[in-house]
Structures are given as structure tokens and as C-alpha cells.
């Protein structure tokens, strides 16, 4: 067990050097470079700032330069934001990302795995019908447009009601949070309401249920002893990419909620071309989806007996 | 297990009665043809793909065409209207005793209103059917005021108020006008239009127009090509390479397979939406291109490990089989047994994953042009008109409504139609195992 | 399912709670807002931005700020005199640090050489050139203790040109010649302008809280030494977002007491009732044309074919469609002014273009005839959804009218300047806001030796006329100076002006006194108080 941990993390960091490999070349493969604005910038300014930023050095001396203070943890500071280090940026920013990430999840995991134990339990039935076509148009809407239309919806009850029900955008209180968490989850929860739907239904017709129910043990109980557990195997699986899916995928939410955190700050970062920021932003995020698959990998092994793990073979 | 050398000794012919005794499943299709979801959703992703490529030659409109006497219009019918002057207007040639419009067009609309004379200037409002005086057009210390702004065919309420040295205003005198449709004649001349009478004729739009002023359903129509484009070349590349990198991996075996599908996992490992931005961004768009090209790139780059890793799978699963073993016994070469076995095992399997990375690429698309890191103007794609519909989402909500609806539909058919070809390939293995 | 609940409760416990705050209190004199982006930096020798200039004309103060008529008027400085060498201000002695220090002379001296040397890389820094061996220190040719201002005693600040500069004391109220200390500078280093805790002021307000990407809370200065003219209690920013949309959905929500409005907001706010109001920025937009060798716009021909067909009046009324927009005919935007209360335009009216397709055509003959076919012309555009429109537009009305092709290249803000400079271009959209308030802001653009001339258009005599505007103090010499340039700008088409834009928004009926300024930080909110 305890070499097979080392070897996937071993196996994470070469993960995580590739990812800032690539994300170096990429970036230096970008026409123009951050020292462009609208007003005059004399050749002379342009060298100050190149020095400043290390540009001058050939390329190689630069990826070196970069993995070195990678190492220690030091992304460099950010070149728009000439007095911030990028990693006050990512202390800062990654917290809201994760927090919205987080509630995303929640309500994805406990709409979705409720959604899909009622769907099967209920299988071709009407409340199965109703959850199965939700959930068709949950993944067929882009989900920009359904935060446009969240957003228009929430000024059109405010609207209505006279009074402020849901802030319509910003930060700092709960309130804040359900819309833009609902908004983002969404997609995940249709994806896994399908997957526990189908996971439940191979599960109801397994040899163990029909012997629970055999030996006359209550619905509620067959649920929660034999049904629910071992339908939700597959779903953990699927953790990993989840958890990707929502933390990079939560750009969209946040520029249009005015959320203050990572992605949209990533795509701005991106706009701007701070290099800085871009690969630090990349590389922490590839770092951390990196350690949760590694996470979900050993969670996976620990709730499923029946997996052991021998050196790794998969 | 110890050999004797009598255990290579050629068999005896045995009859071949055992091999045929399994009834053959039916074909995919056919059990396609029972799914009446899978029918109608391959309906759909069929008429979709004809609108797509033959679409623009039904309704021949140019999507780059701009009626700009029609912006952000409702669906309209074909119609001939006047052309009327556009100079600069420097006023009416005598007083008028109250507010009155000279001229009511949609190219001007001409006011001119006695002067006041406790009055320092005026302030001049439209209000096209809210509350209160509306919109402000201009301060000013003449009494005429010619007003071209974006007029429509609907009711204005033009307000006059005068405001006196001391800043206080008056009561607004106000005029209700609705302007007849026109073009100037700078813009009937831009149109290339031939004027008959003072008129021209113009082209319907059963879709309405966009804020361009572009006919809608000629853009949904170019758009489709843009978003079907993408939507099926990414994937079909990617799933290609993917494939031939999968199954290269699971012949050669040993420390090459080892090598390459390390490098697949590091590719996955990549977190999709950030590196997708960022390849976009580094492969760069000279001027000119319209961006499918490193968006298609960028796609092909990040998605291949996926298809390599299913028919990598399938490979080593089959190449420890029994059939395969038998066949390789029995002399087979490597193209008979690719041809045999591996393609009529593997292919279905790429098609379901065709089917769902399908849908994935046109979210990505219309994802990226969302955020201004797609195709570039005046290329329509889907994308970009859901991104300039949401601007007026508020105000004409039709020119969002069309193409998410586009993209919607689409989706939801190419979804289905996964789903069902899944579902038959589940039939089609559990009846093959029976 | 149980770790669910408790992991809810954890982040419930965890996740900071506030009020949401309303637009305004008139008790607590309290306003809140919204801003489009975080500032990059508020320090005042790095800050290019508008957001920072906001933000800096609320916490800082310069030697003179702009009254509300735009004349100048006293603050750090109580009196100040122009001459032909060289400028004297004379700072008053009751203007105080927020950590209670007094302002002397002597932190203007520090802040300008900072922002001039090269190790701080300021972009702003050609706005101090006038200052005597400025350029040179910037270059890093002399040390800064050679730039030409020196400290007399506590308050009294000597400055000396390297030729004439008659709007210097308009430049002064710009933010990069505000104060800086020395002391706080070296002890925070790069930290110092990016933290609340480590800033000082003297300006109206403090910034007393800055989350990053998140918030930014000012409030009164009461150690300001006009505090007294203050009413606001704060100002708090708890709002970055560039969506519009959001802005306004704000204000709709009463979030928010001022929201900006595009033309898709603009109705709705309209259709609700709301009354809505106009700012000139004073910003001028435009098409740049590229003059270098190899590039077809070089020719005089084609150039005028491209002026007589883009109508800048069919843009700014079908495209746009924002009221108070113009059409722009010139150099110089309608509303600049060349002096006190004369407005350049009234004098010297734009030059007169006449629109016209056949006339076009001709123009485009005699291109061709000279140029052999016109390659496909690549038309540098910004990447905002107005930019991308208007682009659309152009290239429109160019294939329509003459049957050029045009490649739109659509470039993100950094991207687009850094191919502009480098000249891969042949048409760029290009839009200028003024830096102080003299006509010489846009006029310099073109003169052959500025680097902003990025189509690189070099003419001798419109060199000759920069150089007489900059130097002369007669302002009858200037006017005339500068119809000299808007003629030669529209004859040899090197640029197309296309409008002039203005600033919608929507404001909370009970807060007064805003102030909307084209130069010293917009809007204003100094004077500004809730009604009750």
C-alpha cells in the first residue's frame, strides 16, 4: 500500500512537471508580450521592464530560472499587477474558487445522487420520466446561458416582490453563494443523477438485494445497507473529473456573477497576457486536480475492499 | 506447466459445427431502427447537417449583408419603401407656432418648435413607450433638432422642455410621431440597391434581424456550418489519432506501450478549459483566419489520450482472448486479425464515443466564442451569436433565444442518439454472450 | 450523507457573513458602488489605468486639481506661476499626511525622479518630460538628482523646462505627479501601493479596506485639509465585475448608486423609467492608417477611396446607437478646449469630407493604377463586443463599396498595441483620451519622433506645427497651429476619426453633487452627498 502511494505521487509530480513544461512553451509561444499599453512605451521602457521580469535571458536560462523557483514554491509577480506576487493572487482568488467549487459539489452530489436513486427507484415511471428529460436539458443548455438567465431571472423576482430576495451578483454573504453554486453544479448533477440512476438499477437487480429482500428486510433498510452503498461505487470513480470539471470550469460563473475568484482571474490574466499569473494559475490548478485524482484514487481503494492495490498494476 | 512435445503435435481436423451455433445479433442499425428516441434524434442531427451544408443555398441571403435601417428588427416581410435624403438638416425654413415633426422617417426624424423666451436652451427626449420623458437626444440652443437615432417603425413620444438661465426647466410640450421606414441615400447607395420611383425593395427576414442589422436565419444557417465544423472534425481527428496512437501502444507492448500511454496520462492530466484558452492563445490567429483552425488544434491536442486509451484496452484484452489466440495459431496475419476481430470489436466503441464528444465539442466551441477566444467575425458560429445575443438579451431577447435554442437542440439530439447506440451496443454484447 | 451536512455546516461557519449594504444611506452618508476591474496598482508613478485614476484622485492629491468647470484650482499648491523656464509652486502649509506627517516639497521631488528612473520602468513617465533632463534620467543617462525640480525649503518647489511648456500646471494635476514618501516607499517596498495597511494618504479619503478582486472600502480623511467640504462618510466598492450587464442589474437591485449602461441596458432602463445621463469623455476614436513601405495604405489614393466611403454618421446612428455619441470629423474632439472658455472647434470648424461612392471608385482607379492589385487589407481591431461590432461594420461598408477585402484582426487590448508598434497592420482602430486639458494632448500623436505615431506618419510640416503649439504662448499662434494639424490629418487621411464617445449611466436619485471629469479621475466623487 505504502509503495504504491509513493509511486502515484512520484507519478503526480512528473504529472505536475509536464504541466508546467507545457505551459511554459505554450506561453512563450504567444506573439506580443506584456509590455504593451496604450500609452507611449520608448524602447528604452521596454528594455527597463524586460530586465526587470528576467525577458532578456535566452529561453533555456528562463525554464530553468522557472522550474528552479517553482520548486520553491515562488511563481514570480504578477506583470500587470506590478506590487502583487502571484502567489498572494492564488492565496487570495483560489479560496472563493474553492469554496463555490465546493458547494457546487455538495449540491451537485446530493441533487444527483437523490435525483438518481428516485429515478431508479421510480424507473419508467412518471417522476423518472421528469428527472430524465431535466436532466437531458440540463446538459444540452450551454451554461453560460443558463447563468445569463439565472441572473435575469433573480432581477425579474427582486423585480416583482419589491424587495431584494437574492443578491444578483457579487461576493461576501451566503446569499451570494446558492445561485452561482446551483449554476455551476448543474451540469454536474444531471451527469450524475444519470450515472446513479443506471448504477442503481444494476445494483437493485444484484443477487445480495433480492437476498436482503428475501430475508424480509425493510425497503429503507435494503436502501441504505445494500442499495445505496454499493450503487454509489461507481459515482466515487467519477469524483476525480468532477471535481476537475467544476474547479476550471467555474470561469463562466464567475465572470458572470462578479466572483472574485481564480478562473476569472485566469481568463483576464490570460486577456492581459501576464505570463506570471497565467502559469502559476496553470500550474496550480494542474497541481491540485493532479493530488485529487491521486485522492480519489486512494479514497476509492479504502471503500472498496474488493480493490486491493498491488504496486500499481492497473 | 511442463510441455510435452506431444502437446504441439498437429490436432486432428475437427468438425466446425461448434462455431455456429450462436444465432449472429442483429446489426447496430437495426436495433437502432427499434429506439423511436434514437429515430427521431438521428431526424434531427440529419436535418441539422443538411441545413448546415445545404442550407445556404435554400435561403441564398448573405449572412454579412447589413441592413442597417433594420437592426435588432423582428421577423419582417419583403417590402419596398422610399429613399429619402440624409444631409444634415440646418433647420425649417420658416417658425412653427408649436412642437411639429417636419419629417418622419426612419432615416430623420426633423422637430422643430417655437423659441421661448425666457428659455437658455432645450432639451430634447424621446420615449419609445416607457415612463416618464425617456431618452435624452441633446442639449441644445436652437429650436430644430433633426433626430437619427437608430430609429424604428414603432411610436416615439418626443419631448421639448426648455431650461431657464436659473436651471429650472419647464413643463415638457410633447408631439407623438411614428416613422414611415426609409434608407438614406448614402446607405441605398452602400446597398447597391436599384432605386425605382424613390423606392427600393427589401428582402424579408422571417427571423427577424440582428444588431447588425443581418438576417437571422441566414446567420443561423452559416453559423450551423461554423459549430458543425468544429463539432465534427475535432472529434473525428482526435478519435482517429487516438485510436491509432491506442492500438500502435497495445501491438508494440513492452516499455514502448509503457512510454506512450505514460504521455497520455500527462495529457490528461491537463486541465481541459485552461489549456484549451491557453493553446488558443499561443497558436494565435493571424489576421484573416477565422480561429477554427487553433481551436480545432488546440482540441485535437488536449483530447486524443481518451480514444487511445479505449482501443489500447481493447487491444490487450483481445490479444489475450482466446479467438485471437486460436487465430494467430491458426496463421493468421496482423491485418487479417485487425480487420477481423479488432475493427468489428473496436469500432462501435469509437462511434458511442463519436457520438458524446460530439455534443462535448460544440459546448467547447460555443464556450470559448462566449468568451471572445473563438472563431473571430465576421465568421458566424453559434457560439459568437448566443455572445452578441446576451449583450441584448434584456431588449431583444430573440437574437439569444435563436441560437441557444440552435445549440440546444442539436446537443440534446446528438445526447440521445448516443445514449440509444450505447444502449444497443449493450443489447448487442449481452445478446452476443447469451 | 452525514459527512455532507457536517461539511455544509463547516463551510457555513467558515464563510464570512455581512449585511448586504444598500446603494446609499443618507444617515450614514454611506454610498456604495461598483468597479469594472481590480486596480492594477495605486502606485502613482506605475498607474496607466482608469480605474486607478478613480481611485487615486479620491486618496491623492496633486499640486492642482480641476474645479468643476475644469478651470484649475489650488490644492496641495496655493498658488503656482508659469514662466517660459521654468515653474514655482508655492505648497500650503496645512496639507497633512493620514499618519499626520505635513506634505512638503520635498515628497514631489522624491515621487518624480521615482517615477522618472529607470529601475521603476513607469510607463507614464514621458508625461514629466517637460521637466529639464528628464528624458535623459529616464534613459539613464544622468542620475536623478539631475532632473531639473528641487525643493526651497518645506514648501515652495522650484521646477525648470528644457524648452517653453505653457500647460504645465494642467500636467501637475495628473497622477503621476503626485506626492510620494520616501519613508514609506523603501519599508514596504513593492507592497507599498498594494495593500490598505501600508498605504498613506492625502487626499480626501483613506483606503481603509482593499480585498483583492473582492472589495475596496474608502472613507472620509478627516485629516484632509479641506475635510471639511467632505460629506461622504465612504465609499465602498464591494463589486468587480467588467460584465455590464451586471453593473446595471445591480443598480436595478438598488445595490449599487451608480451604473454605467450600453446600449442593450440603456433601453431597459429607459423602458423602467429611470432617468439616464450622458458624459463626454472626451475621447476621440479612430482608424489609423499605416504609412511604413511595404504597406498599401501608404498610398494617398486609396487612403482618400477608404475616407469617402466610412460615413462616420452611419456608424455612430445605426451601429451604436447611443445617444449623446458623435460623429467625429477631426483631430480634436468638438468639446476641447485651447484655453479658458475657448472651444477649439467653434474657431476652426472640422475639415468637410464629402461622402460619396462614385467619387470613391475614382479614388480607388487611380490606387490600383498606381499599386497594381490591393492586396486584402488587415484591419487591427480590439476585442470588446462594441469594438468587434464597429470592425464588422468597416469591413462591411469597404467590401460593399469599393469590393476591398479586409481580414479583421481581432486582438486582445496588449496584443493589439504590441502589433500596432511593431507595425502589422494596414487600417488599426485606435481610440485617445486626453491626458490634461489642451489640444496638444492629441495634437503631438502624429508628430513624426512620438511613439504613440504608430502608423509612422512623418511630415515636416505638420512637425513644424506640433513644435509651434508647444512652444508658443501666444494662443492665437496655437489655435491656428492646430487647424494646421486637423487639415493635414484629413488631406493626407492619416487618420479617420470615427466618434467621439460618451458615458451613459444611471444614478441613485438621492446621491448628489457627482462630478463627471475627463481629466483628474472620473467620476468625482469628492463633493458628493446623499440626500435624505
Known amino acids: 500500500m505504502l509503495r504504491y502511494i509513493i509511486k502515484r505521487l512520484a507519478y503526480g509530480l512528473l504529472t505536475i512537471w509536464f504541466i508546467a513544461t507545457a505551459t511554459f512553451f505554450a506561453m512563450h509561444a504567444v506573439p506580443g508580450d506584456p509590455f504593451n499599453s496604450a500609452k507611449a512605451a520608448t524602447p528604452q521602457l521596454r528594455e527597463n521592464l524586460r530586465a526587470r521580469y528576467g525577458l532578456d535571458k535566452p529561453v533555456g536560462e528562463q525554464y530553468l530560472l522557472y522550474l528552479g523557483n517553482m520548486l520553491q514554491g515562488d511563481f514570480g ?161 467519477e469524483l476525480g473529473p468532477t471535481i476537475a470539471a467544476i474547479t476550471t470550469g467555474g470561469f463562466v460563473v464567475e465572470l458572470i456573477f462578479a466572483i472574485p475568484g481564480l478562473g476569472r482571474y485566469f481568463v483576464q490574466a490570460v486577456q492581459q497576457l501576464d505570463y506570471t499569473v497565467i502559469m502559476g494559475t496553470t500550474v496550480f490548478y494542474g497541481a491540485f486536480l493532479v493530488l485529487i485524482v491521486v485522492l480519489v484514487d486512494l479514497l476509492y481503494g479504502v471503500i472498496d475492499p474488493r480493490i486491493r492495490l498491488h504496486g500499481g498494476q492497473r | 506447466m511442463a510441455y510435452l512435445p506431444a502437446d504441439f503435435d498437429r490436432l486432428p481436423p475437427q468438425a466446425p459445427e461448434a462455431a455456429e451455433t450462436l444465432a449472429p445479433s442483429p446489426p447496430l442499425w437495426q436495433l437502432l431502427l427499434q429506439d423511436m428516441r434514437a429515430c427521431l434524434a438521428a431526424g434531427v442531427v440529419l436535418l441539422v447537417l443538411v441545413m448546415a451544408f445545404i442550407g445556404p443555398w435554400l435561403w441564398p441571403q448573405d449572412p454579412a449583408t447589413q441592413w442597417l435601417s433594420q437592426v435588432s428588427s423582428g421577423p419582417s416581410a419583403a417590402r419596398r419603401v422610399d429613399v429619402v435624403s440624409d444631409e444634415f438638416w440646418h433647420g425649417p425654413r420658416q417658425n412653427v407656432s408649436a412642437l411639429t415633426a417636419l419629417q418622419a422617417t426612419t432615416t430623420q426624424v426633423k422637430l422643430a418648435w417655437p423659441d421661448r423666451a425666457d428659455a437658455m436652451s432645450y432639451r430634447v427626449y424621446r420615449n419609445a413607450g416607457g415612463v416618464g420623458l425617456g431618452m435624452p437626444l441633446i442639449e441644445t440652443v436652437k429650436t430644430h433638432y433633426a433626430d437619427r437615432l437608430q430609429l424604428s417603425e414603432q411610436r416615439y413620444r418626443y419631448s421639448v422642455v426648455a431650461v431657464r438661465a436659473d436651471g429650472s426647466t419647464s413643463d415638457p410640450e410633447w408631439i407623438e410621431v411614428k416613422p414611415e421606414l426609409t434608407l438614406g441615400t448614402f446607405e441605398a447607395q452602400l446597398l447597391g440597391l436599384d432605386v425605382m420611383d424613390g423606392k427600393v425593395s427589401l428582402p424579408s427576414h422571417p427571423l427577424g434581424t440582428d444588431a447588425l442589422g443581418r438576417d437571422m436565419l441566414s446567420r443561423i444557417l452559416h453559423g450551423a456550418q461554423t459549430s458543425m465544423l468544429v463539432g465534427l472534425s475535432a472529434p473525428l481527428l482526435f478519435i482517429t489519432l487516438g485510436a491509432f496512437y491506442g492500438a500502435l501502444a497495445g501491438l508494440l507492448g513492452g516499455w514502448v506501450d509503457n512510454v506512450l500511454m505514460r504521455i497520455a496520462d500527462f495529457v490528461v492530466a491537463l486541465p481541459f478549459l485552461l489549456f484549451m484558452i491557453l493553446f488558443r492563445v499561443a497558436l494565435g490567429i493571424e489576421s484573416g483566419e477565422s480561429g477554427l483552425f487553433p481551436m480545432v488544434m488546440a482540441m485535437v491536442l488536449l483530447s486524443w489520450p481518451s480514444a487511445a486509451r479505449l482501443v489500447r484496452g481493447q487491444v490487450l484484452q483481445l490479444r489475450e482472448s482466446a479467438f485471437v489466440m486460436s487465430a494467430r495459431l491458426a496463421g493468421a496475419g496482423n491485418f487479417y486479425l485487425i480487420r477481423r476481430h479488432l475493427l468489428p470489436n473496436v469500432l462501435p466503441l469509437l462511434l458511442v464515443s463519436l457520438s458524446f464528444a460530439i455534443p462535448q465539442a460544440i459546448f467547447t466551441e460555443a464556450l470559448l466564442s462566449f468568451i471572445g477566444m473563438g472563431v473571430v467575425p465576421p465568421t458566424p458560429s453559434w457560439g459568437t451569436l448566443c455572445n452578441e445575443g446576451i449583450r441584448s438579451m434584456l431588449t431583444h431577447p430573440h437574437e439569444l433565444i435563436i441560437p441557444a435554442l440552435a445549440i440546444s437542440i442539436t446537443v440534446l439530439s446528438f445526447n440521445v442518439l448516443g445514449d440509444a447506440l450505447r444502449d444497443a451496443m449493450d443489447v448487442k454484447v449481452r445478446r452476443s454472450l447469451r | 450523507m452525514r459527512k455532507c451536512i457536517v461539511a455544509t455546516v463547516v463551510i457555513c461557519l467558515l464563510f464570512p457573513t455581512f449585511v448586504l449594504a444598500g446603494a446609499v444611506n443618507a444617515q450614514e452618508q454611506r454610498i456604495t458602488l461598483s468597479l469594472a476591474t481590480e486596480p492594477p496598482s495605486l502606485d502613482t508613478a506605475l498607474a496607466t489605468d482608469q480605474i486607478s485614476s478613480f481611485l487615486l484622485a479620491h486618496l491623492m492629491e496633486g499640486l492642482v486639481q480641476y474645479g468643476p468647470a475644469g478651470e484649475l484650482v489650488p490644492a496641495m499648491a496655493e498658488r503656482w506661476e508659469v514662466r517660459e523656464g521654468g515653474a514655482t509652486f508655492w505648497l500650503r502649509k496645512n496639507a497633512v499626511w493620514s499618519d499626520g506627517k505635513p506634505v512638503t516639497a520635498e515628497h514631489f521631488v522624491y515621487a518624480w525622479r521615482r517615477a522618472l528612473d529607470p529601475a521603476t520602468a513607469s510607463q507614464y513617465a514621458f508625461i514629466l518630460f517637460p521637466i529639464k533632463n528628464a528624458e535623459a534620467v529616464n534613459r539613464g543617462e544622468l542620475p536623478v538628482e539631475k532632473l531639473g525640480v528641487e525643493a526651497l525649503g518645506n514648501y515652495r518647489l522650484e521646477v525648470r523646462f528644457d524648452k517653453p511648456c505653457p500647460y504645465f500646471a494642467k500636467l501637475t494635476a495628473f497622477m503621476t505627479f503626485f506626492p510620494a514618501r520616501q519613508d514609506v516607499v523603501e519599508r514596504w517596498g513593492r507592497a507599498h501601493a498594494a495593500d490598505a495597511d501600508k498605504m498613506i494618504f492625502n487626499g480626501p479619503f483613506i483606503l481603509t479596506r482593499w480585498i483583492h478582486g473582492a472589495r475596496l472600502t474608502l472613507t472620509r480623511n478627516p485629516r484632509y485639509w479641506n475635510a471639511d467640504a467632505i460629506r461622504l462618510q465612504e465609499i465602498d466598492l464591494p463589486y468587480i465585475t467588467t460584465d455590464p450587464g451586471t453593473h446595471y442589474n445591480l443598480y436595478k437591485d438598488n445595490r449599487i448608486a451608480l451604473a454605467p449602461l450600453d446600449a442593450s441596458t440603456l433601453s431597459d432602463a429607459l423602458s423602467k423609467g429611470y432617468e439616464t445621463h450622458l458624459f463626454d469623455f472626451g475621447t476621440l476614436y479612430f482608424l489609423e492608417m499605416n504609412f511604413r513601405e511595404d504597406r498599401p495604405t501608404r498610398n494617398l489614393a486609396l487612403r482618400k477611396a477608404i475616407q469617402s466611403v466610412l460615413n462616420p454618421s452611419l456608424l455612430v446612428y445605426k451601429v451604436l446607437g447611443l445617444p449623446g455619441v458623435k460623429p467625429a470629423y477631426s483631430l480634436f474632439p468638438s468639446s476641447m478646449r485651447a484655453g479658458e472658455g475657448v472651444v477649439f472647434s467653434e474657431h476652426y470648424p472640422p475639415p468637410v469630407v464629402n461622402y460619396d461612392i462614385a467619387q470613391a471608385q475614382r479614388y480607388l482607379a487611380q490606387a490600383k493604377r498606381e499599386l497594381g492589385d490591393i492586396p486584402p487589407l488587415t484591419l487591427l481591431v480590439g476585442d470588446s463586443p462594441r469594438a468587434v461590432n464597429e470592425a464588422e461594420f468597416y469591413q462591411y461598408v469597404l467590401k460593399q463599396s469599393l469590393g476591398l477585402e479586409t481580414r479583421l484582426d481581432q486582438q486582445t487590448f496588449k496584443q493589439r498595441i504590441s502589433k500596432m508598434r511593431r507595425g502589422e497592420f494596414d487600417i488599426a482602430a485606435a481610440g485617445w483620451g486626453p491626458d490634461f486639458d489642451d489640444p496638444i494632448t492629441f495634437g503631438d500623436l502624429f508628430a513624426s519622433w512620438n511613439e504613440n505615431n504608430r502608423g509612422r506618419f512623418a511630415d515636416d510640416d505638420y512637425d513644424a506645427a506640433v513644435r509651434q503649439a508647444q512652444r508658443s504662448l501666444d494662443p492665437a499662434v496655437r489655435l491656428k497651429a492646430f487647424d494646421r494639424m486637423q487639415q493635414i490629418i484629413s488631406e493626407q487621411v492619416v487618420i479617420i476619426p470615427t466618434y467621439e464617445n460618451v458615458g451613459l449611466y444611471v444614478q441613485h436619485p438621492q446621491l448628489m453633487g457627482v462630478r463627471r471629469s475627463i481629466f483628474g479621475g472620473d467620476p468625482n466623487y469628492r463633493y458628493a452627498w446623499v440626500k435624505p
Open chain 1, 77 to 237: 509577480i504578477s506583470f500587470t499587477q506590478e506590487n502583487r506576487r502571484v502567489n498572494d493572487i492564488i492565496r487570495e482568488h483560489f479560496p472563493v474558487s474553492a469554496i463555490l467549487g465546493v458547494v457546487a459539489l455538495l449540491i451537485a452530489s446530493v441533487g444527483g445522487i437523490a435525483g438518481g436513486a428516485v429515478a431508479a427507484y421510480w424507473h419508467n415511471r412518471l417522476p423518472d420520466r421528469l428527472l430524465m428529460m431535466a436532466v437531458v436539458l440540463a446538459i444540452s443548455i450551454p451554461s453560460f446561458v443558463i447563468a445569463a438567465l439565472a441572473q435575469l431571472l433573480i432581477v425579474q423576482a427582486n423585480d416583482l416582490s419589491g424587495r431584494s430576495l437574492l443578491p444578483v451578483a457579487g461576493w461576501g454573504s451566503l446569499s451570494h453563494l446558492w445561485v452561482p453554486a446551483l449554476v455551476l453544479g448543474l451540469g454536474t448533477m444531471a451527469y450524475l443523477a444519470r450515472l446513479m440512476r443506471s448504477s442503481m438499477l444494476d445494483v437493485m437487480n444484484t443477487d445480495y438485494v433480492l437476498t436482503a429482500r428475501a430475508k424480509g428486510l425493510g425497503t429503507w433498510q435494503i436502501f441504505w445497507r445494500h442499495q445505496l452503498r454499493n450503487a454509489l461505487l461507481p459515482v466515487v470513480t
